[in-house]
C-alpha cells in the first residue's frame, strides 16, 4: 500500500478546483444540466404514477370488483360487511346505450347505481362541477366532456336509448369533471333499479372500496375460494400499470442516454485536461506524492464537481418545478405534479457522483502512472 | 568522509521498438558527502539519464545505485516517492513549478507532503523565499515570475525538506548571465553553509567554476 496523506490531497485538489475554472465549469455544467433532467424526469413519473392510480383506483378502476347475479347480492354483502378491511361497496349494473340530445348523439355505459352507497365508494360526487350529486329515476348524472359533445347543460334532458330501442328520458342534474378522460366522455350514472327494471339485465358489477387498496389481492383470493369471481385492481387495471411500466421503461432509458452523453463529454474533458497537465503531475510524483495520492486528487475533485452539480441541478429542478406546479402540466388530460422524495434525491447524487467520478476515473487513473523522468526532459 | 551516491557499473538502455539507444554504458561514480559535483557534457551525452536514475526519477538498465546507503534498484516504485521526498532535493532543466500554485504554495508543497500542516509548510516557505530575498513574489503565481525568479523557488522547494542531497538538471539553462550567477551562488551557499551534496548535469561552463569537482559525460561514459 501506497503512503496516502490526506491533506496533500485535499490541500492540492482544492488548489485545481479553484484554478481549472474553464473544466470546472463545464463539467458543473453537465452535471447540472443531467442531474436537472433526472430529477425532473423521475418526480414527474412520480407525479404521473400517483394521479393515474389515485385517479383511477376507487373512481375508474374499484378496488376489488365482483361479478354476481342479483340472486346472491345479499350473501356477498354478508359476506363483505364482515371484512374490517373493507370500506365501502356499491352494486352496479352496467348497460351500453346511445345518448341524444337534440341533433348531437354519442355512444355511452349507463352506470346504474344507488346513489349513497356509490358516493361512499368510488366518491364520484367530489368530482361535480356543476349541479348537484342526485339520481332519481328520471335523473342522471355525466361526464364533463360527454357533456360537451351532447351540448347539454344542467337542467336539460338528453335521451338515452336502450339496447332494446326503448327510450328514456333523463334530466341532467350534475356533471362532472374527473380529468379521467375514459369516464368523462362515456360514463352516465343513472338509478340502478330504474335501469334495472328497463332493462332486465340481473347481473351485477360490485364495486369494493378498501381501507388499504394493497390488500385488495388478498381479499379477491378470499373471496374467489367462496365461489365469488373476483377481481383484484391489480387485474383490473393491467392495461395502466403496463402503461407506467412503458413510461418507466422510457424514463430509464432517458436516464441512460444522459449518463451515457453526459459521462463522454466528462471524459473528453478530463482526457484533455490530462494531457496537458502531464508535466505538472510529474513535478508531483517528482517531489514525492505517490501514485495513489494523484489519482485520489483528481478523484477528489471530481466529486467536487459532481456535488456542485448535483447542488445545482436540484436547485434548478426545484426551482422549475415550483414554478410549473403553478402551471401544471397538461398530458393526456391529467395534471401531472411533480413528486419529489428523498430517495429521488439521494438517488441523483448517487447518479451525480457516479457521472463524475467514473467519467474522471479512467483520467485520474491515466494521471497516476504518469513517469515524472518520461515527461519532463523537454520543454 | 562517507559515499552519499554510489553508481556500480550502471547502465540504461531506451528500447524504442525495433530500435535501441544505450545512453549510460557502464557508468561508475561515487559522490562524497558535502561534495559539488558538476557533471558536464554535450547534449545526447546521457547526462539527464545519469540524474533521472541518482535522483530514483528512473531505473538502470543493470548495475547498482546506492543513494544515502540505500539501494535504491531495490526497492518498490511506490515507496520511491516518499524516499525522494525525505532525501533528495530536485531541480529541473525547465524550472518546473506548478502553475495552480503561488511561489509560496510551490515551496511549501513537498513539507506538505511530508506530513507539515498548510501553515506550517508555508511557514517554511515563507523563510526560504525571505532567505533567497523573494518575499515580494510569494503570491506570484510562476508566469508572472522571471526565469531567474523561477528557477530560484524551484531550488527554495527542493530545499524545504532538508534534503542531504540536491540535483539539478540544467539549473541555468534557460537563463540570463546575471540570473545565472544568482542561481549558482545560491547553489554554492546551500553546498557551503548546509552541507547538502549538489550535482549539477549541465553543459554551461560557467557550473564549474562553482563546483569541487567535475567529470565529463561523453556517449555515456564518464571520461
Known amino acids: ?379 | 568522509m562517507s559515499s552519499i551516491v554510489k553508481l556500480y557499473n550502471v547502465t540504461k538502455v531506451y528500447v524504442d521498438g525495433p530500435i535501441e539507444v544505450r545512453a549510460l554504458k557502464g557508468v561508475s561514480l561515487e559522490v562524497k558527502n558535502g561534495e559539488f559535483l558538476c557533471i558536464m557534457g554535450p547534449s545526447g551525452s546521457g547526462k539527464t539519464t545519469l540524474l533521472n536514475i541518482i535522483s530514483t526519477l528512473d531505473k538502470p538498465t543493470s548495475g547498482r545505485v546506492e543513494v544515502c546507503g540505500v539501494d535504491v534498484t531495490s526497492i518498490p516504485e511506490k515507496k520511491l516517492a516518499r524516499f525522494r521526498l525525505r532525501n533528495i532535493g530536485i531541480v529541473f532543466q525547465f524550472h518546473n513549478l506548478i502553475p495552480e500554485l503561488t511561489a509560496l504554495d510551490n515551496v511549501a508543497l513537498p513539507a506538505i507532503i511530508s506530513g507539515a500542516s498548510v501553515e506550517e509548510g508555508r511557514r517554511r516557505a515563507r523563510k526560504l523565499l525571505d532567505m533567497l530575498g523573494l518575499s515580494h513574489r510569494e503570491k506570484h503565481r510562476p508566469p508572472q515570475l522571471s526565469g531567474g525568479e523561477r528557477q530560484r523557488i524551484a531550488i527554495a522547494r527542493a530545499l524545504i525538506n532538508g534534503p542531504k542531497l540536491l540535483v539539478c538538471d540544467e539549473p541555468t539553462g534557460n537563463l540570463d548571465y546575471k540570473s545565472k550567477v544568482a542561481v549558482l551562488d545560491l547553489l554554492k551557499r546551500i553546498n557551503r553553509e548546509h552541507g547538502t551534496t549538489v550535482i549539477v548535469v549541465t553543459h554551461d561552463p560557467l557550473v564549474a567554476e562553482y563546483s569541487s569537482r567535475s567529470l565529463r559525460l561523453i556517449d555515456g561514459r564518464i571520461k
Open chain 1, 1 to 379: 500500500m501506497e503512503d496516502v496523506n490526506f491533506r496533500f490531497i485535499a490541500f492540492m485538489a482544492s488548489r485545481y478546483f479553484l484554478s481549472w475554472r474553464k473544466q470546472t465549469v463545464v463539467i458543473i455544467a453537465a452535471v447540472t444540466g443531467a442531474t436537472f433532467l433526472y430529477l425532473l424526469s423521475y418526480s414527474m413519473l412520480n407525479g404521473l404514477t400517483e394521479v393515474t392510480l389515485s385517479r383511477s383506483l376507487g373512481l375508474a378502476v374499484p378496488h376489488v370488483e365482483v361479478r354476481i347475479n342479483e340472486s346472491r347480492l345479499e350473501g356477498l354483502t354478508d359476506v363483505l360487511e364482515g371484512y374490517s378491511v373493507v370500506e365501502a361497496y356499491s352494486p352496479r349494473i352496467l348497460c351500453e346505450a346511445l345518448a341524444v340530445h337534440e341533433e348531437y348523439s354519442h355512444g355511452v355505459r349507463l352506470i346504474g347505481v344507488y346513489d349513497l352507497m356509490e358516493h361512499n365508494t368510488s366518491g364520484i360526487d367530489e368530482y361535480i362541477v356543476e349541479g348537484d350529486w342526485l339520481i332519481e329515476n328520471y335523473t342522471c348524472i355525466l361526464g364533463v366532456k360527454l357533456a360537451e359533445e351532447l351540448r347539454v347543460d344542467v337542467g336539460e334532458n338528453v335521451t338515452v336509448i336502450l339496447p332494446s330501442g326503448r327510450p328514456w328520458m333523463l334530466r341532467v342534474s350534475g356533471i362532472f369533471d374527473t380529468g379521467v378522460a375514459e369516464l368523462d366522455s362515456y360514463i352516465v350514472y343513472v338509478s340502478l333499479p330504474k335501469l334495472r327494471d328497463l332493462t332486465g339485465l340481473k347481473s351485477l358489477v360490485v364495486a369494493v372500496r378498501l381501507r388499504d387498496p394493497f390488500k385488495s389481492d388478498s381479499l379477491a383470493e378470499d373471496l374467489r375460494s367462496m365461489g365469488y369471481d373476483a377481481k383484484p385492481w391489480s387485474e383490473l387495471a393491467e392495461n395502466i400499470l403496463q402503461l407506467l411500466e412503458v413510461e418507466s421503461f422510457y424514463s430509464n432509458a432517458l436516464i441512460g442516454s444522459i449518463l451515457v452523453i453526459t459521462g463522454l463529454g466528462i471524459v473528453n474533458v478530463m482526457i484533455m485536461l490530462t494531457e496537458s497537465r502531464k508535466r505538472s503531475i510529474g513535478i508531483l510524483k517528482a517531489i514525492g506524492a505517490s501514485s495513489m495520492e494523484v489519482f485520489l486528487i483528481y478523484l477528489l475533485v471530481s466529486v467536487l464537481w459532481g456535488i456542485l452539480g448535483y447542488l445545482a441541478g436540484t436547485a434548478l429542478a426545484l426551482a422549475t418545478a415550483s414554478y410549473l406546479r403553478e402551471a401544471t402540466v397538461e398530458y393526456f388530460s391529467l395534471k401531472v405534479p411533480f413528486r419529489f422524495s428523498s430517495g429521488i434525491f439521494f438517488s441523483a447524487l448517487l447518479f451525480s457522483l457516479t457521472i463524475s467520478s467514473i467519467s474522471c476515473s479512467y483520467s485520474a487513473y491515466r494521471a497516476s502512472r504518469i513517469r515524472p523522468a518520461e515527461v519532463m526532459r523537454f520543454e
